[in-house]
């Protein structure tokens, strides 16, 4: 059967979704694996969204925000730094491979550098394979 | 011990506090105790079995004991950090407790045992404490006892989980959550867990799936040590709780190490301290950031 993974994108609003649009309206080729979720800045991005989405069968994870020094709310993406290097930590230890979450920085005029993160993603997480695929979601612990 | 049970007599008779939180002999082992009548001072020991974290008991969510009055709290020096850390996030104010500190000598990892303090019988949070005589305090007792034997446990079991594979991490948290049930206890014996309603009870939006599926585990857990990155107090009460042991200490100490090495902070008795996740330097490592 044909596989091909979900990956879920949280990106916030000025810049790298901005980007993202740019990388559409340039016809930049993307896979079609990503989903973009769109909030107002990366420090929005509670760590249980990424632990939820893993949780209801997400295969990777993207998270992508301002360049620090340029977020929109001046400070956001310094918080969520911090948040994300302890998330990061906390996957690994956890046993989520690292390639299967990428954090990443994508301004608004980074069209490229957006595409470059998702085909580079999905590249990997293709690599790995479903996440926990010997357990459905909702089957209960033996 | 003498100068404890005079101390919270006199405290209890002067009315400067109206309970004390302290330990008492139980029917097994050392367990917590309420005392609001200075005649009852005398149940109060402290010793080496005294594991239990009474600074959980100062949560303002735990309304029964808030109603009793202003309490008396005997910690040791963990137990300080938890009562800082309920200063410096404002659920308690200073003058709104009075805090008896114990010089600490280890404790054991299980308060119904009597055994000596050995490698094996310590509670192998004691390897790493720093705050045995605690400075956060209004009365300070007893002698500094010589410091406890480490229990290499914990560090060892980070260690092996360090030489393993993400898949093979899978696999042993995978076979420690599915014995999760799921009771919350290690939510309810955190000193530091004192949200009015919790994220996993939420049901509009559900975040955390309530019943006890192998991923719903997975996620409760690892959102409960998100919300703990940077406020732990390395108490370890969450595993002692759990009925299913699940070493959940290990995870706390994981993170506790990673939060050190990455922004310098220790848990610490002092109020003044920011929360690091609630701070940031412009320099902060972004090695993980692709």
Not at chain 2, 26 to 48: E, Y
Not at chain 2, 187 to 214: I, Y
Request: charged fraction near 25%; glycine fraction near 6%; proline fraction near 6%.
């Amino acid at each position: 059967m044909d596989w091909s993974p979900k990956i879920v994108a949280f990106v916030c609003n000025w810049c790298t979704y901005t980007g993202a649009d740019l990388a559409g309206t340039s016809r930049l080729k993307m896979d079609p694996n990503v989903r973009v979720v769109r909030l107002t800045c990366s420090s929005r991005v509670n760590p249980l969204f990424i632990i939820k989405a893993f949780e209801r069968g997400a295969d990777g994870v993207i998270v992508s925000g301002c360049h620090t020094g340029d977020c929109h709310y001046s400070t956001g993406n310094y918080y969520a730094r911090r948040r994300f290097a302890i998330l990061h930590d906390l996957l690994q230890l956890m046993g989520v491979e690292d390639d299967r979450v990428t954090f990443s920085w994508v301004s608004a005029s980074e069209g490229n550098k957006w595409q470059q993160v998702v085909n580079e993603t999905t590249a990997r997480v293709k690599a790995l394979g479903a996440c926990q695929p010997q357990e459905k979601v909702g089957q209960a612990a033996q | 011990m003498k100068a404890l049970q005079e101390l919270a007599s006199k405290l209890l008779s002067d009315g400067t506090v109206k309970v004390v939180i302290g330990y008492e002999q139980g029917p097994r082992g050392v367990r917590p105790a309420f005392i609001t009548d200075p005649a009852q001072t005398s149940k109060l020991i402290f010793d080496r079995r005294c594991t239990q974290n009474l600074a959980t008991y100062l949560n303002p969510r735990r309304k029964h004991i808030a109603a009793l009055g202003k309490a008396g709290v005997v910690v040791k020096g963990c137990d300080a950090r938890a009562v800082a850390g309920l200063i410096r996030e404002q659920q308690i104010t200073r003058d709104s407790v009075v805090i008896i500190a114990v010089r600490c000598g280890g404790v054991l990892e299980d308060p119904t045992s009597t055994a000596e303090l050995t490698a094996e019988t310590t509670s192998p949070r004691c390897g790493h404490c720093q705050v045995r005589e605690p400075k956060l305090h209004d009365h300070l007792l007893g002698e500094l006892p010589p410091a406890p034997p480490v229990n290499p446990r914990r560090t060892e079991q980070i260690a092996a989980l360090e030489k393993m594979s993400a898949a093979e991490r899978m696999q042993y948290w995978n076979a420690q959550l599915e014995r999760c049930v799921r009771c919350h206890a290690c939510r309810e014996a955190c000193p530091m867990c004192f949200c009015v309603e919790c994220r996993a009870e939420r049901a509009l939006p559900q975040w955390v799936d309530p019943s006890p599926t192998a991923r719903a585990n997975r996620a409760w857990t690892m959102m409960r040590v998100m919300h703990q990155a940077g406020r732990c107090v390395d108490c370890m009460e969450c595993e002692r709780a759990c009925p299913s042991n699940i070493p959940l200490g290990l995870l706390a100490r994981y993170i506790a190490d990673s939060v050190e090495q990455r922004y310098g902070y220790k848990a610490t008795d002092d109020p003044g301290v920011p929360a690091p996740l609630g701070v940031f330097r412009t320099d902060d490592g972004e090695e993980f950031i692709r």
